[in-house]
């Protein structure tokens, strides 16, 4: 499916857009999700994160997804084939840098979660919420450990990528697609149903406009919505340019846009009302720790909890790697399509870079932590990472696609690849609008108005 010697294309759409969601669907549902929401003060960063993915993200999506199959290349050549002898090249270059900071952070997580299964099933994460609390400080301090995790994680992301065993994966992802919703909504049932689970539902559902006046929160639901549907960086790009002619790529952006959102709500309506029925929870403190110290205490509530614990950590993982997958592989095919690089080494190379990388991500907690610890802003190497990447790249790689799609290469065309069949859907017009006016023009001020506001 993404080798580059032989284009493919995809089988069916559902086999696409299984693969889209493939990589859409990953720690950015589950784990960065609430995470943010519990940072951004509840229902009105959930508010704010819908308005995104409805006005902003839908379009780009389309936006990414028609350049991707107009020009059948990878992001870097794509521009290059559509607007030749110009700079908008430089799009794509800077996807492929943001290709390489997310993973180096997102494969730390997602060790974190592989290391939960573990945990999880052998019942090692047991006690009330302070000593689960303790138990993840313990483990996430323990460099040599998470350290190792994470080279997990990237060998296996660079071995699937290097065998090309992309078919074993994609069977996979249509397995556990479904499974991991189920066990999402029996987790949810779970958690609603559990005493203070109410203090939960109405910090998750009922919105604080106030907080509307702090430019963070605008700014974090619009990177978070950027990072959980895979944009700004190429990846819906590079996987349009994979995508048959025949399809409708409305309908196939708004089926991803609906499970990827979808899911990432489900995961709301667990962590909030598990995390509120503890007590003295405080989800804007907790940090990328949340679902790691709320979901083993919900395990402990259930019956064969250990077992619905490591399933859930083992789903979360296989859903993190179907991403990791997809993001590698966007600095790799411009390494093989523009720099002609062997498929090996390009893998070999850039792995390494984003091990490297990682490392400060990975000690962050550790007793090196003082040193990942940054002073001046009084936040963590990983959280650096994530805001930098998820909230300013991705947007800017986004607002430079609207820009390109709305002005530079023109709406016409774009419109003739996403509605090859003259289907002339009834929303077509707005998302022209859309993409030529609203995306640029929020994006530019949410970006501008948090700069300005450090
Ligand atoms: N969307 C994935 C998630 O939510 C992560 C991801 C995959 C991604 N590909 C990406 C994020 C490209 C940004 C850009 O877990």
Known sequence: ?????????????????????GSAVGLGNIWGFPTQVGQGGGAVFVVVYLASVVLICLPIMLAELSVGRAAQLDPVGSFLALIPNSRWWLVGGLG??????????????AGWSLAYIWFTTTGSITGDADTIITFFSNFTANGPLTITLTLAILTFTATVLIGGVQSGIERATKLMMPVLIILLLVLAIRAITLPGAAAGLSYYLRPDFSRLSDPAVINAALGQAFFSLSLGMGTMLTYGSYLHRKENLLSVAGWVVVLDTGIALLAGFIIFPAGFSISGFDPSTSGPG????????????????????GAFFALLTMAALTSTISILEVPVAHLIDTHKWSRPRAILVITAGTFLLALPSALGNGALGVLTQLPLIGISFLDLMAAVWNNFALPLGGLLMAIFVG????????????DRQNAR???????????????????????LYTAFSI
């Not at 022209?432 to 949410?446: E, H, S």
């Open 290 to 309: 949340l679902i790691f110290t709320v979901l083993p205490r919900l395990f402990s509530e259930l019956p064969g909890g250990q077992l619905f614990g």
């Open 425 to 447: 859907h009834p929303s077509l017009p707005i998302w022209v609008f859309l993409i030529r006016w609203v995306c640029p023009v929020a994006i530019g001020v949410i970006i």
């Open 96 to 109: 492929i840098l943001a290709g390489v900071g997310i993973l180096s952070f997102y494969s730390v997580i």
């Open 407 to 418: 002005w530079v290469w023109g709406t016409d065309d774009a419109l003739a690849e996403i």
């Open 1 to 21: 499916m993404m080798s580059t010697e032989k284009r493919g294309s995809w089988g069916s759409r559902s086999g696409f857009v299984l693969a889209a969601a």
